[in-house]
């Protein structure tokens, strides 16, 4: 297995801020898990997001957009985020959360290179992420067909992580 948010497979700082990650690791999840119940306290119980939920909605790169990419055979990846991993629940065809603590059958994607550079991601029962209306709202894995909502960007970061960049609308996946 190796871990990587660098092209081409480089291991060295990919490895190195997945290190970083785990040394945060609980103590980071908590208290992002704090001030997400902090955050719904004071908003009086309101908000609609919950920790690990994943939207496409932000104009710029921050701890929340930052991700590793965990390669397990030449195709198949998994994605962790500050709040654990992404996950397909039963295998794909609706919601994405990243809070999944360990890489099973639903926390494996297909990573897969478009055309135009940008790359898709396929969850093992055959739908893709999608970045719905292009961007600006949530994720979901629930497209059976590769179309521009269904592509993104892998924006490489200094510190060995990546972002992803909707290709309809310019916008950051994030995780809450």
């Avoid at 929340?64 to 654990?84: D, N, R």
């Amino acid at each position: 297995m190796r871990v990587t948010g660098l092209p081409g497979g480089v291991v060295g700082a990919g490895l190195g801020a997945g290190v970083a990650l785990l040394a945060v690791g609980p103590a980071g999840v908590v208290l992002g898990g704090v001030a997400g119940w902090l955050g719904t306290v004071i908003s009086g119980g309101s908000s609609q997001w919950h920790p690990g939920d994943v939207l496409a909605d932000r104009g710029a790169v921050g701890p929340w957009e930052k991700f590793l990419l965990v390669a397990l055979t030449p195709q198949h990846v998994a994605m962790s985020s500050w709040c654990g991993y992404f996950s397909a629940e039963d295998g794909g065809g609706q919601a994405v959360h990243a809070n999944r603590r360990a890489i099973g059958p639903w926390e494996t994607a297909t990573l897969i290179r478009n055309p135009n550079n940008t790359v898709s991601l396929q969850a093992p029962a055959g739908h893709y992420l999608t970045a719905e209306t292009g961007g600006g709202r949530e994720c979901n894995w629930n497209r059976t067909a590769i179309g521009p909502w269904e592509q993104f960007w892998m924006e490489y970061q200094p510190d060995g992580t990546f972002a992803l960049k909707t290709f309809s609308k310019g916008t950051f996946v994030s995780v809450q």
